[in-house]
C-alpha cells in the first residue's frame, strides 16, 4: 500500500515511516498539511495517517478536504496526541476510518495500519475476475476478450488488472510505476504511456465494450465502466 503519513516531528515520522515499511508499505512523510493537498492533487495514496495539528492545515481539515475534492477520498487514520472524548468524537465524525492515541508501539500502529487497509481493500481476489466481456485468468496471467484470448505482455497483463481493479478510481504516474515496476524506477516517461496505448489497442478499450480509459491531464489515468 501506497501511505501518506502527516507529521511535523522528524523523528516520529521517521519512526512511523520504518515501522510501514516493515510491513511492506511504501510511505511518504509531510510535515505540513498544504503540501499534503498538493501533493494530492498529482498522485494518488492507499491510506492517509494524519497528526491533528501540523503546520499549514491541520489532519481534521486534510479529511474534509479529501472528501470534498477527490472522487475517490483514500481512507485515513488520525494518529495523534489528542485523546479527550470529544476530540475522538470530532475525528471520527469527520470522517476518519480510525483514531490512535499517541504514543502508540509499533507493534500496534501496524496492526491498526492493516486491519484499516483489510477493511478499506478486501482482498477479494478469485483466480478468474470477470469484468464485462473480459476475464483475467490471475494463475496464468492471461486475459480474453468476449472468450478469445488478447496476448499480453507480463507487464502489460499487471497494468490492465491494476486499472480493471480499481475502476473509476483516478490513479497517479507515480502510483502506477510503483505499482508496476517498484519506487524510483530508472525508466523513460513514456514508457507507462506505451504500455497504457499498447493496453488499450489489444484490449479494444472502447464504448463498444464498455469501457473507456481516461487520460487525466498532469495526474494519470482512469477507467471507466459506461452504463448500459
Not at 13 to 20: D, I, K, P, R
Not at 23 to 45: I, K, M, N, P, W
Not at 175 to 181: G, K, M, P, Q, R
Request: hydrophobic share 45%; net charge negative; glycine share 8%.
Amino acid at each position: 500500500m501506497r501511505i501518506a503519513i502527516l507529521e511535523d516531528d522528524v523523528a516520529l515520522a521517521g519512526l512511523v515511516e520504518m515501522t510501514l515499511a516493515e510491513a511492506g508499505h511504501s510511505c511518504e512523510v509531510f510535515g505540513d498539511g498544504q503540501v499534503l493537498t498538493r501533493a494530492l492533487h498529482r498522485t494518488t495514496y492507499d491510506l492517509l495517517i494524519l497528526d491533528w495539528n501540523v503546520p499549514g492545515m491541520t489532519g481534521l481539515a486534510i479529511i474534509e478536504w479529501t472528501r470534498g475534492n477527490l472522487e475517490v477520498p483514500p481512507p485515513a487514520l488520525m494518529l495523534t496526541s489528542r485523546s479527550a472524548e470529544e476530540d475522538i468524537v470530532a475525528g471520527l465524525s469527520a470522517g476518519a476510518d480510525d483514531y490512535v492515541i499517541k504514543p502508540v508501539a509499533p507493534a500496534v500502529l501496524k496492526a491498526r495500519v492493516n486491519a484499516l487497509v483489510r477493511r478499506a481493500y478486501p482482498s477479494t481476489s478469485p483466480m478468474v475476475e470477470q469484468f464485462g466481456p473480459y476475464k483475467f485468468d490471475t494463475r496464468a496471467d492471461t486475459v480474453e476478450l468476449e472468450g478469445q484470448p488478447v496476448a499480453l505482455t507480463a507487464k502489460e497483463f499487471a497494468l490492465a488488472l491494476l486499472l480493471f481493479r480499481n475502476m473509476h478510481r483516478a490513479l497517479s504516474r507515480a502510483y502506477i510505476f510503483e505499482a508496476l515496476w517498484g519506487r524510483n524506477p530508472d525508466l523513460p516517461t513514456r514508457t507507462l504511456d506505451a504500455h497504457i496505448s499498447n493496453i488499450r489497442t489489444k484490449l479494444n478499450l472502447r464504448p463498444g465494450n464498455g469501457f473507456k480509459l481516461v487520460p487525466i491531464y498532469a495526474y494519470g489515468y482512469r477507467l471507466e465502466a459506461l452504463a448500459g
